[in-house]
């Protein structure tokens, strides 16, 4: 892979340099369990405006039009993290959905959610995993009966990141029950607002309530919005599921926070010594460095394969395994090198960051479980990937 800028690409570099020099004041970082304040819908807003966020997503849909470009895609998310400034907003709407729709949604469908939700104006959340159907996701039990022109839902999810602020959701419901598991599943969009829906938030060890429970009774939802084809959304699903194991994944969110990292351990001392002067840290900082690295070449190879259509195969089923564990390493050397400091609840006077730090080490500990557990995800790799004998069934 030739990494060299020509011309055009140092042009088109000095031009995000530029922009960020004049407008990275206005960044604003957007919390995924809540909404968008307006300063992020700001920021928002300004990178759609550029082409900075939803660069190749069609006009007609609310991006901007541009052809896929490894380099710039590329360019734009390391200057960005070199600047140190927020990043286009990647909720799940954003990251998951639209991607989705892009592929697999209706015409109508594509104009009416996809440029509301790149705005920040329309907050989805997703409901896939039930109390009995998580790992063995296909063995849901939400299921969605034909009445007139409607679906009436009634079940329960379970885990569902956002659906206390969500306008919308993208859910699974069995809509043929006599079906085998895999088949009579259907993916439905409508509104969380909709009669007949109760959220109870679950709240986890970092103190927040990212997660929550979903109670469906009766609910009531036109059966034209469905995504693909009745009976067919485990299509649809593993459509999702590979852009969420992307997201979770991502290569870039990973780089910044090892910035964060080293600029910690540049600052930080005991008894006068910077901690990256601390031989064991130091130690620790370069392997995970390695790794990041690796994982930043990595998310150039998908990038060159999505431009050229490629499937990349074994390459991307490894994003989310790798992502989630090493982003909870940094997390992890963080905490072990702020020593007690890591250990402060909020509101001590000595602590750093607000408690980003332990917050992001709770959260990412969650993050290899949830989105897929990390032995799913090996197991994965091997039977896809490696083409490995799979997994024996229990009758």
Same mark, same amino acid.
């Given at each position: 892979?030739?990494?060299? @800028?020509?011309?055009?690409?140092? +042009? !088109?570099?000095?031009?995000?340099? #530029? ?33 900075? #966020? ?11 039009? #541009? ?18 400034? +927020? ?9 998951? @959905?639209?991607?989705?729709?892009? *592929? ?46 409607? !679906? ?13 602020? #969500?306008? $919308? ?11 085998? %598991? ?11 607002? $909709?009669?007949?829906? *109760? ?35 485990? %299509? ?49 900082? $370069? ?15 998908? @990038? ?26 940094? +997390?992890? @050397?963080?905490?072990? +090198?702020?020593? *007690?400091?890591?250990?402060? $609840?909020?509101g001590s006077a000595h602590l750093r960051a607000q408690g980003l730090w332990q917050e992001r080490y709770m959260f990412d500990l969650g993050l290899i479980i949830g989105g897929g557990t990390a032995q799913i ?5 091997? &039977? ?6 799979? &997994?024996?069934?229990?009758?």
């Open positions: 892979m030739d990494l060299t @800028l020509n011309p055009r690409y140092e +042009a !088109f570099r000095d031009e995000l340099r #530029a922009f960020l020099k004049t407008h990275g004041h206005r960044s604003a970082f957007a919390r995924t369990a809540e909404r968008p304040d307006a300063a992020a819908l700001a920021w928002q807003h300004l990178l759609l405006e550029h082409g900075y #966020a939803g660069r190749t997503v069609p006009r007609d849909y609310g991006g901007h039009g #541009a052809a896929p470009d490894v380099m710039e895609s590329y360019l734009i998310t390391e200057e960005f993290a070199r600047a140190g400034v +927020a990043p286009p907003l990647g909720n799940q709407g954003i990251s998951m @959905l639209v991607p989705t729709l892009l *592929e697999l949604g209706t015409e109508a469908q594509r104009r009416e959610w996809i440029g509301p939700t790149l705005r920040g104006e329309v907050v989805w959340c997703q409901g896939y995993s039930e109390p009995g159907a998580g790992s063995d996701l296909a063995s849901l039990q939400t299921r969605a009966t034909e009445d007139g022109a409607d !679906f009436v839902i009634n079940g329960q999810k379970i885990w569902t990141s956002t659906a206390h602020v #969500a306008d $919308m959701i993208f859910c699974l419901v069995r809509t043929e029950p006599g079906a085998a %598991k895999h088949a009579g599943i259907s993916y439905l969009l409508f509104s969380m607002k $909709m009669p007949g829906i *109760e959220v109870r938030p679950l709240k986890t060890m970092t103190g927040h309530a990212e997660f929550n429970e979903v109670f469906f009774t009766d609910v009531r939802v036109p059966q034209h919005q469905i995504v693909g084809q009745r009976g067919e959304g485990w %299509k649809v699903a593993n459509a999702t599921l590979k852009y969420e194991r992307g997201s979770l994944g991502n290569p870039n969110l990973t780089t910044q926070r090892y910035q964060e990292l080293v600029t910690l351990m540049q600052t930080e001392t005991v008894d006068g010594s910077r901690l990256i002067d601390q031989p064991v840290l130091r130690d620790r900082l $370069m392997r995970l460095q390695g790794q990041v690295l690796a994982q930043k070449c990595h998310g150039l190879r998908l @990038l060159t394969a999505a431009a050229k259509g490629e499937d990349p195969g074994l390459a991307a089923l490894v994003v989310k395994l790798q992502g989630c564990e090493l982003r909870h390493q940094l +997390a992890a @050397l963080a905490i072990d +090198a702020l020593g *007690e400091v890591g250990l402060l $609840m909020p995800q090996k197991n994965i790799i091997a &039977e896809r990937g490696l083409d490995m004998p799979r &997994e024996p069934r229990l009758a």
